[in-house]
């Protein structure tokens, strides 16, 4: 849900004919990857008034400028993320309703992915979520309540912020292009039919399912991960990412470690 210019020609030729992928896209796996369990780092929320900002808004697939209602969330590691409200809210405690059910939910997500997080842009509308310009773009109609519904907001939102906090230094690394040529195929046809600006977002969810969430997973769905993207997993296990507060799960006797 990223755009990128970035160019991977090569990658197709470098999967196996016929190799299909296992999921359609990787956020349905499984609810359980990231849950309410995870201590959220998130501390409070100031409200700082109204301002002119410049935010994306789907329903019209196209930025623009806006008189923001305007939040301030703080978290527990020191990070802290500016969220700009539509003024179709009408209020500021209408506009503070989804502020303050959402800053706690990202509070959950591993810092790794929270660290470019500067801003969140929130609009009503039955839109998919977005990440990317150091923001987290939320739409709260019906697709919002979907994936509340359905057990994977925390799971949509990391794969989001994988495009915030991920993308611009492994979407192009060699390391991570060598990977993808050298696995069996891609972890998902979104990501195969976007492997340029999809296929580490899709990949990063799953690998947090088998290296935090292994008991958490069936067996079925691990062993088809770890059949399809071997190398990539290898990679980002590789890169040492600070994966607070998921690893308190550890502490706590929730899950056993890998």
Known sequence: ??????????LFAAVPAGAEP???????IDPDIITDAVPTTYVGLSYAGQGTRTMYDRRIAAFGQYNAYLFNATYADGLT???????????QANAQVP?????????????????NVQTSWIHKGDEVFGGGNNNLLIHTGSLAQGYIDTGILEETLAHEASHTSLDPTIAAAPGWLAAQAADPEFIST????????EDVAESFVPWLA???ARSRISVTDYDKIVGAIPTRLAYFSAQAFDLAPLDTLFRNGFEDPP
């Open 22 to 28: 296992p999921y359609d896209g990787t956020i349905f």
């Open 1 to 10: 849900m990223r755009r990128s210019t970035m160019r991977m020609l090569a």
């Open 190 to 197: 979104y990501a195969r039919d976007n492997p340029t600006r």
């Open 81 to 91: 993320i500016e969220f700009q409200v539509n003024p179709e809210y009408g209020s």
């Open 99 to 115: 502020v303050a059910f959402y800053a706690p939910v990202i509070g959950r997500l591993p810092r790794v992915l929270r660290k």
């Open 210 to 212: 088998v290296t935090l």
